[in-house]
């Protein structure tokens, strides 16, 4: 049971050594293996991933490790990083780290949309020729 418990631990390690390289696609699929906020008043840097009660989140820019600025007390520190089928979904909020480029898609309710515009950070429902439905 000894030898187990320290395999597991060691795979444990590797998977957190390896979880910074991932892509936001894949890295959304495996958020328990990104650290959570500790609250110890350190420097989180823009565009840190963090699990945020079993979602993936990033740091939008550079903010304090404080209670202040939790994802659910700050959420415009916060982007959501979720993927449903391969495609993200759209935010209600899309920041510039966010963006949509030119052509790629992603759900908006039950709905997938490809973005008609590069750099696109408006919904299908706030800028509707910014955007059009794609049959699955």
């Given at each position: 049971?000894?030898?187990?418990?320290?395999?597991?631990?060691?795979?444990?390690?590797?998977?957190e050594?390896?979880?910074?390289?991932?892509?936001?696609?894949?890295?959304?699929?495996?958020?328990?293996?990104?650290?959570?906020?500790?609250?110890?008043?350190?420097?989180?840097?823009?565009g840190?991933?963090?699990?945020?009660?079993?979602?993936?989140?990033?740091?939008?820019?550079?903010?304090?490790?404080?209670?202040?600025?939790?994802?659910?007390?700050?959420?415009?520190?916060?982007?959501?990083?979720?993927?449903?089928?391969?495609?993200?979904?759209?935010?209600?909020?899309?920041?510039?780290?966010?963006?949509?480029?030119?052509?790629?898609?992603?759900y908006?309710?039950?709905?997938?949309?490809?973005?008609?515009?590069?750099?696109?950070?408006?919904?299908?429902?706030?800028?509707?020729?910014?955007?059009?439905?794609?049959?699955?």
């Amino acid at each position: 049971m000894n030898n187990i418990l320290k395999n597991a631990r060691a795979y444990r390690k590797a998977a957190e050594l390896a979880v910074p390289s991932l892509d936001d696609k894949t890295a959304s699929t495996a958020a328990a293996l990104f650290p959570k906020l500790k609250e110890n008043g350190a420097l989180v840097a823009a565009g840190t991933r963090i699990n945020w009660g079993g979602k993936l989140k990033r740091a939008a820019v550079d903010l304090w490790d404080t209670a202040e600025n939790n994802p659910d007390n700050a959420p415009t520190l916060w982007e959501d990083i979720e993927y449903r089928n391969g495609f993200r979904i759209i935010p209600k909020t899309i920041t510039a780290g966010l963006a949509f480029a030119k052509d790629e898609c992603g759900y908006w309710g039950d709905h997938l949309y490809k973005s008609l515009i590069d750099a696109n950070v408006w919904t299908p429902e706030a800028y509707p020729s910014g955007w059009e439905i794609v049959e699955e």
